[in-house]
């Protein structure tokens, strides 16, 4: 069965978009993403999204999904490698992805992780106190 | 307008929206739109691909290379045999959705195209026209 690779390095999950996705295969991200996140109890997600040539409201929907619910689970979640024409679009159509976290490339994005889950970032807030 | 080329592409399932992304995709480049003009128009046709589907039931899309003086551009022209949109100036409204989802479809499509033209009534199904000038 088609599915996305989801890769745990140290306490991050990293799943670099691949594929043109159909709506089945995005539903599944969102499922298989939020198992793992509570299996390996990863503090960070990494989405690599550089390879996607389309966000449509669906797309954009799962990706607000995923962070959504990644911060309910105590993870944080970096969406990385937007293309330009992607990004004028998205905000054309409508969708700000105001709840997603993004940088510009995987190097950005995990420092940009590291700082979140070592709360030197203001994303302490909201976090569940242990 | 001109009406150069046309082919009709099925509308079914989940994954023929993915076929429909790439027919649009090959239609914008021959015509040699830029990569944003391509992302808009291959947008657009993915949500009302997803509304076909969605609320119509299915349908079919034909899509045509067509002309106006010296304009060239892409025309996809939805069409779905469904319920059809009994009010459809607030189906257009961002946020609104009878559905699931998050409301943007009909409203964002045409904010990236450069024509929008939507036609349904009850019982009668939904017809949708976009153009896309290069």
Request: aromatic share 4%; charged share 25%.
């Amino acid at each position: 069965m088609e599915q996305i690779p989801i890769l745990l390095v140290h306490d991050c999950l990293l799943v670099s978009i691949q594929v043109d996705m159909h709506d089945r295969l995005a539903m599944q991200l969102q499922d298989d993403l939020t198992n793992k996140i509570v299996k390996t109890r990863a503090k960070g997600v990494m989405i690599d999204i550089s390879a996607l040539e389309i966000v449509d409201s669906f797309i954009g929907r799962m990706l607000n999904n995923i962070a959504a619910m990644s911060r309910v689970l105590d993870a944080v979640t970096v969406v990385v490698g937007m293309q330009p024409a992607v990004a004028i679009t998205l905000v054309e159509l409508g969708l700000g992805l105001t709840g997603v976290r993004t940088a510009l490339n995987v190097d950005k994005g995990l420092a940009l992780i590291r700082r979140l889950i070592d709360g030197t970032g203001e994303a302490t807030v909201g976090r569940r106190q242990d | 307008m001109v009406v150069d080329k046309t082919e009709t592409v099925p509308v079914g399932s989940g994954d023929s929206i993915v076929r429909v992304r790439q027919e649009v995709r090959k239609w914008a480049l021959a015509l040699g739109f830029s990569l944003v003009d391509q992302t808009k128009i291959i947008t657009a046709a993915s949500e009302i691909a997803r509304n076909t589907i969605d609320y119509g039931g299915g349908g079919e899309l034909r899509l045509e290379h067509v002309r106006s003086g010296v304009h060239r551009g892409l025309r996809l022209v939805f069409t779905d045999k469904g319920p059809g949109i009994a009010d459809i100036a607030r189906a257009m409204s961002d946020g609104y959705t009878s559905g699931s989802g998050l409301g943007l479809g009909l409203g964002g499509a045409k904010r990236l195209c450069n024509e929008f033209d939507i036609r349904s009534a009850p019982g009668e199904g939904t017809t949708i026209a976009m153009v896309r000038w290069k």
